[in-house]
C-alpha cells in the first residue's frame, strides 16, 4: 500500500513549499517504503511514497496525465476490478502507459468524473487534483478501508494518510479541544464518522469525496447502503454468497509480491484462507502461507464471555485441513513493551495497548516473508457475530449496544474537564445520530428494524477503528492488509438479507458457516465466536502499574490536566481495574489506556484548547 498527503493554497505558491511538502511525505515512509515522490504547482502539492504490490516498475508516483496541464493522481490502494475498467476505458479511446491500477483511476476520473468511485472495486484513498477545473478530489473507498485525513485552512486544505503527515505543516497544531476529549474518553471503542480526534482534523467518509474549489469545500456522497425487500430462498441466499466470498477472494489474490493470509482459526479467516487455496490451486500455483500469533501461558488461561477458546488448536485443524505453510508467531511480554512507542506513532493517538503491539508484533514478522495478506476482519460487522447481536437488554438500552453496562474513561475525568466535554451528553448525541443515517424498509417490523439498527451501527461505527487499526498497524511495517469480507458487493447483499437467514436456529454467522462448511473441519465450522487474544501479560501489567504510580507522583504528569489524579489514586491503591477504553474484557486495559494518553499528550506535544 502506499502514503499520500499533499496541500491546496490559493494565495500562496507553493512550488516555494517543496521543503514542507517533502517532510509531510517523509512522515509516511512506513506506509511506503519501496519510493517516494513530490509533486509541486503553484497551487496544489502532492507527495507520495510507495509499497509497491501491482506493476513494480510502471506505478511511481505522483502519476500525472500526459497532456499538459492535465490531472495528477496520488493514489493509496487497489483495484480488484482495474482489468474490466482498463478494457472499458480503452473502448472508450483511453491509450495506457503503465498495468498499474493507478492509471486506471486517473483514466477513469477523466472520462466519468465524480462518478468514477463508484465503479471501483476495491480498497482505496487517493487525492486527484485537475488543473484544468482547478479543483481538488479526495476519495475513500466504500467501506473505509483505507485512511485519509484533511484540514481546511485559511486558503485551502491539507491532507494526509496519516494525521501525523498533515500535523507536519505548521498551519495544522496539535491540539485537542472539548470534543476531541469526549471522543478520546467518551466513544473511543466506536469514534464519530469523519472526526480526526484533533482540534480542525477531519477523515473523509467512508463512501465520500471531498471536492476543494477556490469557492468552496464540499463533501460528497457517491455510494451508501439501501434497503430493499430480500427476494431470495435460503438456499439462494447461502449459493450466492459463497459465490460473493469465493470472487471477492480470487479477485484479491492478484499481486506481484508474496501473499499469505492471517489464520485465527475461527470460521472467518479460515473460510478466507480456504478460497484463497482453492483459488491458487485452480490457478496452478503452490500451497498458500498462513500465519497465527500466540503467547507463553495463554494454554492456562480460563476462557471468559468474549475469549470462549484457545486458538491453537483450531488453527492447527484448519492448517492441517486446508493445506497450508503455517507458521505460529509467539509473542512474549518482554516484545510486547518495545512496540509500544512504534504502535503509538503509527495509530497517532491511544489505542488499545498491548492488543495494538501484539498485532503489531505479527504483522512484523509476518512482513519478513510476505509483503501483502488477507484477513477475515468484518465478517461480524456484515454476518452479525458480535455478542451483543445476541444480547436483548444490550439491544434495548437506548445506546451502543457494546457499551450497555460498561463504564468508559470519561468516569476517570475530572469535573471541570466533564463539564466541558459532557460525555453523556456527547454519547447521546452520537447515538441519535448514527439512528437517524439508517436507510429504513418500509413496513419492516419492530424486531427486524432493531437488528436493521444494529448492523448498521456496527458498519459505521463499530467497523472503522478496527479497519483504521488493522491499517495504521500494518502500514507501519510496510505489510498490506486486505479484507475480502469487506467487498461493497457483498455487503450491500448482507445488508437486505433478514436476521432469520443470516442466523438460522440462533446460530450466531450461521449463514456463513453453511456457506462454507465443505470447505473446513466441523470443529472449525462451528467454533463460537471468539475475540482477538489479549495476552496474560503478567510483566506487561507489571511495568505498567509501575508507571502509573510513577505519574501519580508526578506534579507535571500532562494526563492530569484531563483525568481526576485522586480517582485514579483510589483505583489503584483498592486494585480496583481502570475502565478500559475497550469492550473485550482485560484488566490491564484502562491502565493501558491511562499511561498510552500521557505519552501521546507528551510525543505529539497536544496543547489542551
Known amino acids: 500500500m502506499c502514503g499520500v498527503t499533499g496541500w491546496l493554497d490559493w494565495a500562496d505558491d507553493l512550488r516555494l513549499r517543496a521543503e514542507t511538502v517533502r517532510r509531510m511525505t517523509g512522515t509516511l515512509a512506513c506506509r511506503g517504503p519501496d519510493a517516494d515522490g513530490v509533486w509541486l504547482s503553484r497551487h496544489a502539492a502532492l507527495g507520495h511514497t510507495r509499497l509497491a504490490v501491482i506493476d513494480l516498475d510502471g506505478g511511481l508516483q505522483p502519476f500525472a496525465d500526459a497532456e499538459p496541464a492535465g490531472a495528477v493522481l496520488a493514489y493509496n490502494g487497489e483495484l480488484y476490478n482495474h482489468r474490466e475498467l482498463r478494457a472499458e476505458l480503452e473502448a472508450h479511446g483511453h491509450v495506457f502507459r503503465t498495468r498499474s491500477d493507478t492509471e486506471v483511476v486517473l483514466r477513469a476520473h477523466l472520462q466519468w468524473g465524480h462518478r468514477a468511485p463508484a465503479r471501483f472495486n476495491g480498497i482505496y484513498a487517493y487525492a486527484l487534483w485537475d488543473a484544468r477545473r482547478e479543483e ?6 466504500h467501506l473505509g478501508i483505507k485512511p485519509l485525513y484533511w484540514h481546511r485552512h485559511a486558503n485551502g486544505v491539507l491532507f494526509g494518510s496519516e494525521p501525523k503527515a498533515v500535523l507536519a505543516n505548521p498551519l495544522l497544531p496539535a491540539e485537542l479541544d472539548a470534543e476531541g476529549v469526549a471522543e478520546l474518553f467518551a466513544l473511543p471503542a466506536a469514534p464519530s464518522a469523519g472526526h480526526g480526534l484533533f482540534r480542525g482534523l477531519h477523515e473523509v467518509r467512508p463512501g465520500h469525496l471531498v471536492l476543494a474549489t477556490r469557492h468552496a469545500v464540499r463533501e460528497l456522497r457517491y455510494w451508501q447502503l439501501e434497503s430493499a425487500p430480500h427476494p431470495d430462498d435460503e438456499a439462494t441466499t447461502r449459493a450466492h454468497v459463497r459465490a460473493l466470498l469465493a470472487d471477492a477472494v480470487e479477485r484479491q489474490l492478484v499481486s506481484d509480491v508474496p501473499l499469505c493470509t492471517l489464520l485465527s482459526g475461527g470460521v472467518d479467516s479460515s473460510a478466507i484462507t480456504a478460497l484463497a487455496a482453492a483459488a491458487r490451486e485452480r490457478q496452478g500455483q503452490g500451497k498458500i502461507t498462513s500465519f497465527s500469533v500466540d503467547f507463553p501461558g495463554s494454554a492456562d488461561r480460563a476462557p471468559d464471555a468474549w475469549r470462549t477458546s484457545q ?6 485443524a484448519a492448517a492441517e485441513h486446508i493445506g497450508t505453510l503455517h507458521t505460529s508467531v509467539l509473542i512474549p511480554d518482554d516484545d510486547l513493551l518495545e512496540a509500544r512507542d512504534a504502535v503509538l506513532r503509527a495509530r497517532d493517538r ?8 501484539s498485532l503489531h508484533l505479527l504483522f512484523r514478522e509476518v512482513r519478513r516473508r510476505s509483503t501483502v495478506a488477507l484477513s477475515g476482519e468484518a465478517a461480524d460487522e456484515v454476518f452479525g457475530g458480535y455478542p451483543y447481536f445476541h444480547d436483548a437488554p444490550a439491544l434495548a438500552s437506548g445506546t451502543f449496544p457494546w457499551l450497555h453496562g460498561r463504564t468508559t474513561p470519561a468516569a476517570l475525568l475530572r469535573p471541570e474537564v466533564r463539564a466541558a466535554a459532557r460525555p453523556a451528553e456527547y454519547t447521546e448525541a452520537a447515538y441519535r445520530a448514527s439512528l437517524a443515517s439508517v436507510p429504513r424498509l418500509d413496513g419492516e417490523g419492530a424486531a427486524d428494524a432493531k437488528v436493521r439498527e444494529t448492523f448498521h451501527l456496527a458498519l459505521t ?9 488493522v491499517d495504521r498497524v500494518s502500514m507501519s511495517v510496510g505489510l498490506e492488509v486486505r479484507v475480502p469480507f469487506c467487498d461493497h458487493r457483498l455487503v450491500e447483499y448482507l445488508w437486505n438479507v433478514p436476521w432469520a437467514l443470516k442466523a438460522p436456529g440462533g446460530r450466531a454467522k450461521g449463514l456463513l458457516r453453511d456457506a462454507v462448511r465443505d470447505l473446513l473441519p466441523p470443529q472449525v465450522t462451528d467454533r463460537p465466536k471468539s475475540g482477538y487474544p489479549s495476552t496474560p501479560a503478567v510483566r506487561y501489567t507489571e511495568v505498567l502499574t509501575a508507571r502509573a504510580h510513577e505519574l501519580l507522583a508526578d506534579p507535571a504528569a500532562p494526563v492530569f490536566d484531563l483525568v481526576d489524579r485522586e480517582l485514579v489514586r483510589a483505583h489503584l491503591a483498592e486494585g480496583r481495574p481502570l475502565p478500559s477504553p475497550r469492550t473485550a474484557p482485560n484488566p490491564v486495559g484502562g491502565l493501558d489506556h491511562l499511561v498510552q494518553v500521557d505519552e501521546w499528550l507528551r510525543a505529539y506535544r497536544v496543547a489542551l484548547r
Open 136 to 141: 481538488l478530489l479526495l476519495v475513500r473507498d
Open 311 to 316: 486458538d491453537a488448536p483450531y488453527v492447527r
Open 350 to 357: 491511544p489505542g488499545w495497548g498491548e492488543m495494538d503491539a
Open 461 to 469: 461505527r463499530w467497523l472503522p477503528p478496527l479497519l483504521d487499526r
